[in-house]
């Protein structure tokens, strides 16, 4: 049931294949996006798994197209690993050739591309969202471990991905801390409907 995800914020699924998951399980993932979830799913192997879904197909903010494969990956090192990978060589290739989902946005006026990659001189949405009820669908068009190999951390990418605070800094930083109650107390009234409360409480 998807009241048993209320606790979560964010599932991210990576390497996804819908073939993996019962029905009542997926419509509970569904309704759990719908209520206010975000999901973020990762696949490229088994995208068209999720596309021939009868219940995440239609929720995906693209078309899924056949599986390519690349060692160049620009767009994604320069705006979602915060331009470094794990070599310390920006701009250099994957060791190994990444399997990618050959995307293509949907217009359906809903949809929108977060991240285009141009892979075999053909642009390729790589990371693709729309909203789904109060929730989000986040499409990734490979598999994490696959994209993130090359980064130092994962933080970056999920910061901007998912919409995440990141740590503060400068000036966001601060070490007084400020009570907040009084304020709030005043400007509701609480004190005085408390009191007028507990005036009553005592009279019964």
């Not at 019962?22 to 990762?42: D, S, Y």
Request: include cysteine; aromatic fraction near 6%.
């Amino acid at each position: 049931r998807w009241i048993g995800l209320e606790l979560a914020d964010c599932i991210v699924w990576d390497e996804a294949d819908a073939t993996a998951l019962t029905r009542p399980q997926t419509i509970a993932l569904v309704e759990w996006v719908k209520h206010g979830g975000k999901l973020l799913i990762a696949s490229a192997k088994a995208a068209d798994t999720l596309a021939k879904s009868e219940l995440l197909g239609p929720l995906l903010p693209v078309d899924v197209g056949p599986v390519v494969s690349t060692t160049d990956l620009p767009n994604m090192e320069a705006h979602l690993l915060g331009g470094s990978s794990a070599t310390g060589k920006q701009g250099s290739d994957y060791a190994v050739p990444v399997p990618v989902a050959r995307c293509t946005p949907r217009q359906d006026g809903n949809a929108r591309s977060m991240l285009t990659e141009t892979i075999e001189g053909a642009d390729t949405v790589l990371i693709s969202e729309r909203p789904v009820g109060r929730g989000r669908l986040i499409f990734v068009a490979g598999a994490l471990r696959d994209l993130l190999s090359r980064s130092e951390s994962p933080v970056p990418f999920f910061n901007k991905v998912l919409g995440l605070r990141g740590a503060p800094t400068g000036q966001e930083q601060h070490s007084d801390s400020q009570v907040l109650f009084p304020a709030v107390q005043d400007a509701v009234g609480f004190a005085g409907i408390g009191g007028a409360y507990m005036v009553v409480a005592f009279l019964f």
